[in-house]
Structures are given as C-alpha cells and as structure tokens.
C-alpha cells in the first residue's frame, strides 16, 4: 500500500510542473502587452481629456453676419450721390404713413406730425434738406383749398412726397387733384374710399427716368401698408 501511494504521488510531478509554466507565461505576456499598451498610449491625464471636451461645447457657433442697415431701411446701400427715400402709406391704428428721405423720418409716428388724409413733404433738391411737412384731413373736413396752396407754394426745384394715411379722397375736391395732376399724378382720380396711395414728384425740374413715381392700391385689408423704396440722384 505504501509504495503503490508514492508512485501515484511522484506521476502528479509532470503535469504541476506544465501547469505552472503556464502560469508564467501568461503572466509574461500580459506583462508584456501592458507595456506595450502604456507605450502607445499618449501620457494624458483624464482632467485634460475631460478639459478638451469641455473646451469643445463651449467653442462659438459660426453665424451669419447681422446684415448692416442702411438709410431709410433699405437692405442695400444706396449707389453713390444718390438720394435715399422711402414712402409708406398708412392704414388704421398703430400702421402709420411715412415719409423717411436720407434716413431722416420726415413724416411719421415718432415725429407725430401724421395724420388722417394726404401727408405732404417738401424737401429741397440741392441740399437735400426739409422744406416744409403738412398732413390734410380730406376725410371728415374740406382741406383740398389749403393742400393746394401747400403744394403750388413749394419753390422750383423742389421735391414732394405725398401718402395717404387711412383715407384721403372722401373730401378731395377738384382744385387738389388738378393741382396734384399738374404735378404729373395719373392716378389721382381713381383714388375712391381708403384707397392706398402714394407720389412722388418734382416741381421745376425732371426726376431720372425709370423711376416708379406713383402707386396705388384701392383694394387691401384694414392693416395694409404701401410703399416705394428706391433712390434717385
């Protein structure tokens, strides 16, 4: 009994010894791999890496320019020696007429000289500087006598911006559009009730061809707004 245990003892050696040459050299080679491992990985602490992270949300978005604005609102400059205008008629409550010429409101809400009727500017065409403004209420009251003076008052060279502002033909009497056709209106005598309608003309001299000087609408809604928004030299 005793020798056949020490012969089942000592045929055990051979496979303890495989087993642990194993072992090492497993252990050699995930040694091995980790360094390799460590060499090919850059030394980067984990606060850079989330650093860089950060840093990349907090980058600015590309965005398109704000575009500049010009006179009287356009969305392009104007070319060289050239006038800017802008006319708007006006409708009821907060859409008020205007008249803005060389980004200067000349008629309008924030000047508080507009009003119900025809709104009247006169701007001298040399220096480019205001005349005189003046609203008529040619709804409820008989103004056509003092807008014709107004307009036939305006010196030579002279240019005259007319809108309307809610209604301008209930009380328009023949004198006023005679004296606005003078002037070279063609669409006086078609303005009926709340008709929009806008002019701009010269007295003593001839705008450049090609220019729109007229516009009128008789058929909009209640909040309605025309204008012409071009420049001349």
């Known amino acids: 009994m005793q020798r056949r245990q020490l012969r089942s003892v000592t045929g055990n050696r051979p496979a303890g010894t495989l087993r642990s040459l194993l072992f090492l050299c497993a252990s050699v080679c995930a040694w091995y791999a980790g360094y390799l491992l460590a060499e090919f990985i850059p030394d980067t602490s984990l606060s850079s890496v989330a650093y860089r992270i950060q840093s990349i949300s907090k980058r600015p978005i590309l965005k398109a320019p704000v575009p500049q604005r010009q006179k009287c609102d356009h969305w392009a400059p104007c070319p060289p020696n050239t006038y800017a205008y802008r ?4 409708g009821v409550r907060d859409k008020y007429a205007k008249i803005c010429f060389e980004d200067e409101l000349l008629i309008g809400e924030k000047t508080g ?3 119900r009727g025809i709104n009247v500017a006169i701007v001298n065409y040399t220096t ?3 005349i005189a403004t003046q609203y008529f209420d040619t709804y409820e009251d008989d103004n056509s006598g003092a807008m014709t003076r107004f307009i036939r008052g305006a010196p030579v060279k002279s240019l005259l911006f007319m809108v ?3 209604d301008g033909s209930a009380r328009l ?5 005679k ?7 063609k669409e006086i005598r078609t303005m009926r009730f709340r008709s929009s309608w806008v002019f701009l003309t010269a007295k003593g001299f001839e705008l450049p061809a090609g220019i729109q000087r007229e516009k009128p609408v008789h058929r909009v809604p209640r909040r309605w707004s025309l204008g012409l928004t071009p420049w001349f030299s």
Do not use: C, R, W, Y
Request: aromatic fraction near 0%; avoid cysteine; charged fraction near 30%.
């Open 179 to 185: 004296a606005i056709e003078e002037l070279g209106s």
């Open 87 to 90: 006319l708007l008629s006006g």
């Open 164 to 166: 309307t502002h809610n």
């Open 173 to 177: 009497k023949e004198d006023a559009k």
């Open 128 to 130: 480019g500087k205001v």
């Open 113 to 115: 000289n507009v009003g």
